[in-house]
């Protein structure tokens, strides 16, 4: 069975602040890992994703997440804050097809 | 790429009858998945579709059904509606068989209400 667990349903920063939004996974097997975003009245957009190799991967709109297998965890980041990046954000782990997401973290920008 | 559209957008149904969710996947996405949407909640796993059969299911029962078409478009079908069936219902689809690396491409959803 796989499970994902997103820490903090709501997180707030201030405009050109570091946004940490924190994931932690269970898989039996290595996951693969994404991150969705989505905004008001509409579908999941994908940020970015890790399958293998390099654990730190880029993603769109400078988002960032680094695979720590030690610690189970996929957290997501962005050095500066930027008002658009106000959304909801999921963290999926994926196995044999089947995508399962997390609760969800709300991302508030405060000017 | 044409993007994943749904239709409709909006609906509203009363308790005990049965609706029809539309989807056309993205040209070239041989694979299609449903995922519920509770309000405050992630997305749930309903089933998905692969060369139009049905290749995995998560936890919803029978009268949660579903049909692939040749032609990249699917349908959701939900019988005997009850009001806890009320979410939006996300269709998404990707390249390849669903169980390699790839991530989704999401429609915007229907937004369901049972009354």
């Known amino acids: 069975a796989q499970s994902v667990t997103q820490l903090g349903s709501h997180v707030s920063v201030s405009e050109g602040a570091l946004v940490l939004l924190r994931c932690n996974y269970s898989?039996?097997?290595?996951?693969?890992l994404f991150w969705y975003v989505q905004y008001p009245n509409q579908g999941l957009q994908l940020l970015l994703k890790?399958?293998?190799?390099?654990?730190l991967v880029k993603g769109i709109n400078g988002f960032e997440a680094e695979f720590k297998k030690s610690e189970t965890s996929f957290h997501l980041t962005k050095p500066s804050a930027h008002m658009s990046d106000a959304a909801e954000y999921f963290c999926?782990?994926?196995?044999?097809?089947?995508?399962?997401f997390g609760d969800g973290t709300t991302l508030t920008v405060k000017p | 790429e044409t993007g994943v559209t749904q239709s409709p957008t909006h609906l509203i149904k009363t308790r005990g009858q049965q609706v029809t969710l539309r989807c056309s996947s993205q040209?070239?996405?041989?694979?299609v998945s449903w995922y519920q949407q509770a309000l405050g909640q992630g997305p749930q796993f309903i089933f998905q579709?692969?060369?139009?059969?049905?290749?995995g299911r998560g936890n919803f029962p029978p009268r949660f059904s579903g049909l692939q078409f040749p032609n990249y478009s699917s349908e959701l079908n939900v019988n005997a509606l009850e009001l806890d069936d009320s979410a939006l219902y996300l269709c998404?689809?990707?390249?390849?068989?669903?169980?390699?690396?790839?991530?989704?491409?999401f429609g915007s959803g229907t937004r369901l209400t049972v009354v």
């Open positions: 998404a689809s990707s390249p390849g068989q669903g169980s390699l690396d790839y991530g989704y491409t």
């Open positions: 898989s039996s097997v290595p996951p693969y």
């Open positions: 890790y399958t293998t190799g390099a654990t």
């Open positions: 999926a782990v994926k196995r044999a097809g089947k995508s399962t």
């Open positions: 040209s070239g996405h041989n694979t």
């Open positions: 579709y692969y060369r139009e059969e049905e290749n």
